[in-house]
């Protein structure tokens, strides 16, 4: 018996550790590569997994060459502000669609569902015409602006709304909070987990988006690292040592906040918040 469990254990973490390798080895070979030398040749065959020599020099001449500075500072403002703007709105819209009852309710929410089948690069001219209008060119909230609502936002936050236990809201109500007050002080603390799950996604697409950025920005004091990589890889195009240093300090404060907030993404037993 025993023999079979191990055999049962082998089965299903073997295949787990070799997708896990292949899914992690871009990183560590980007990795490796950025803390190479420059008397170290990165295309040789066979190829070197680990610098003989490592070295931080890639790391120090991209942050003195370029404003990285001011492109992490840019990504860290939008993709902050993009978190919070999102949130907000998404679970205005998800609140009615999944407590209230009025006409129409369920006719709209699937009108929302049925928008993310539509590929960004359709609404992207009517977006861009849009944010010329509201003079919002090269400015800060002109990137932010696509990232305002999501569909899947508002469609994660409904589901989470309607498992809380409608208990919770009679009680409130009894004691005379309004809905707003319901929303605020009730719902949005019960649903904590879909919030930062919604909060993870919308900060790793904020930060690692470089399309809409691209088209919205000129000025080059308001790239942000996507667009800082791509200049960088411009730059530097025969020195990928530095391409590779410059990437890794794009992605890696994405790391790091996943990392930090994965142990939130747990379910919440809202229901022991009823006694009955």
Not at 70 to 99: D, E, G, H, K, M
Not at 101 to 125: H, K, L, N
Request: hydrophobic share 55%; aromatic share 14%.
């Amino acid at each position: 018996m025993t023999n079979l469990k191990i055999q049962n254990r082998l089965f299903m973490y073997v295949p787990l550790v070799v997708i896990a390798v292949l899914t992690l080895f871009p990183m560590f070979w980007l990795i490796s590569t950025a803390l190479k030398s420059s008397t170290e040749n990165i295309f040789q065959s066979p190829p070197q997994l680990l610098p003989s020599q490592p070295t931080i020099e890639n790391f120090i001449n991209v942050w003195q060459t370029n404003p990285f500075g001011q492109y992490l500072f840019n990504s860290t403002l939008v993709a902050v502000l993009s978190v919070c703007l999102n949130l907000i709105f998404c679970a205005l819209a998800a609140y009615p669609l999944a407590r209230l009852s009025f006409p129409g309710r369920d006719w709209i929410f699937i009108a929302i569902i049925s928008t993310i089948m539509i590929p960004f690069q359709i609404v992207m001219i009517p977006l861009y015409i849009l944010t010329v209008q509201f003079g919002l060119r090269n400015t800060y909230l002109g990137i932010i602006f696509p990232s305002l609502a999501s569909a899947f936002g508002i469609f994660l936050l409904r589901q989470a709304f309607i498992s809380v236990p409608k208990e919770m809201e009679e009680a409130a109500r009894m004691d005379g909070c309004s809905e707003l007050g319901i929303w605020w002080f009730v719902m949005l603390p019960a649903i904590r987990p879909a919030l930062v799950t919604l909060s993870i996604f919308v900060f790793i697409g904020s930060w690692s988006d470089f399309l809409w950025p691209l088209i919205v920005i000129q000025d080059e004091n308001l790239y942000t690292l996507p667009l800082g990589v791509a200049k960088l890889a411009g730059t530097f195009s025969l020195n990928w040592r530095i391409v590779a240093a410059g990437s890794v300090i794009s992605v890696a404060p994405v790391l790091l906040l996943f990392l930090f907030l994965q142990r939130y993404i747990v379910p919440t037993e809202t229901a022991s918040g009823v006694k009955g």
